[in-house]
């Protein structure tokens, strides 16, 4: 028998299945369906986590004061991800110059930039708002901004009363805002001299002014503190060691022999994303393995209903078998059959998964992780679905094995008999 009259034999059987063959195809649609919108929304969110990290810099490391116990030196983060919020921290020792002068030092290292943050009052026109306010160093800080420039330029040495301001607040809290504008910012005036693209991180809800001008902003022209200092590393391969020199180099300057003592915390970018992505991946084949028990039970199901079929079409197997088909057709035959139903059951899956995902993606496209980080998104990848089908046919053809192999032993005489 031929594949083509095989294939369209096993079809007719389908299209006239009773009811409880599609009921059995629900459960493949279930498995299915739940196995693609997992997968794709913990794909999305690993991709959208990576492109976050890349416009945050992936070779910059932060250090801030204050030390969770939580989370150790070499990951800020790991509080939030792993042990929930956590109030057990060191008092907090402000960042000094000298922290900056000892991280210079070290091997890998290519900038330091101490920074100090506030809020202020700010006036442009008619408009008022309370604005994040960032002091960096105008020397190296456009080695950190991650934001390209939509018209201006940054920060020069010999600027003093000027300020670059994110896109956001250029755009949507002081709209119209241009460079060469004046803001009021504080009860001074400053030039705004740069406006930075709105990428979607933090940097498009801040205005960015030299340290030295903040601190006098904030009467307070002699401090050398700072709320947090960046490093841009040389070899981001090199990021968990450069972690470690400089806690082990800032812990010996600031006078700490015990761990417990530390009263800083160095994060870096690619830790923190290989917690992320461990914790997403582990949450995912837990939740896949829990998806793929109704795949098991939709195979119960399809071996049910085979065996129901073989026993319904045992004179028409008979039939077959006196005008002349062999055992392998019929075989062939019952294997097509129940491949189909797996078929069936993966194409509606595929759709229900992707409808699923799409809906989940939509409801955490606004959430955020930190206050910065979003992991609404979904990829849907070809190989998955291919899979996807592959998975569904694959485990009806082996539910429907030994149904099919019972109705091709069955013998002709006994077969025209059967009432």
Known sequence: MKIKKAFQLAFNILLHSKLRSWLTIIGIVIGIAAIVSIISVTEGAQANLQNQLNSFGANIL???PGFSRASGASG??????????????TNQKNLT???????????????VMGTISSRESAAYLSNNASVSIEGVDPLVWKNFVSSQLSSGRYLGSGDVNSVVVGGNVANSVFSGMTVNSQIDIGGQLFRVVGILKQSGNQEDSQVFMPIQTLRNLEANPSGNYFNSIS???????????????ITQNLM????IFQAKNQDFTVTSPQAFQARISSALGSTSIFLAAIAAISLIVGAVGISNTMFTSVMEKTREIGIMK????????ILLIFLINSGLIGLVGGIGGVILGIIGAGF???????????GRLSLGSVYINPVL????FLISIIVGMIAGVIPAYRASKLKPIEALRYE
């Open 231 to 245: 490093v841009e590393i040389k070899d981001t391969s090199l990021s968990n060691q450069t972690v470690n020199d």
């Open 76 to 89: 800020g983060f790991r509080t939030v991800f792993e042990n929930g919020p956590s109030s057990s921290t």
């Open 97 to 111: 110059t000298n922290d900056v002068n000892i991280i210079k030092n070290i091997q890998n290292v290519d900038y």
């Open 252 to 255: 010996v300057s600031r006078g």
């Open 322 to 329: 006196a005008i002349g088909a062999k055992n392998n057709d």
């Open 360 to 370: 989940i993606g939509s409801l955490t496209s606004g959430s955020q992780i930190g």
């Open 62 to 64: 932060t250090v801030t």
């Open 385 to 388: 679905i291919i899979g996807a």
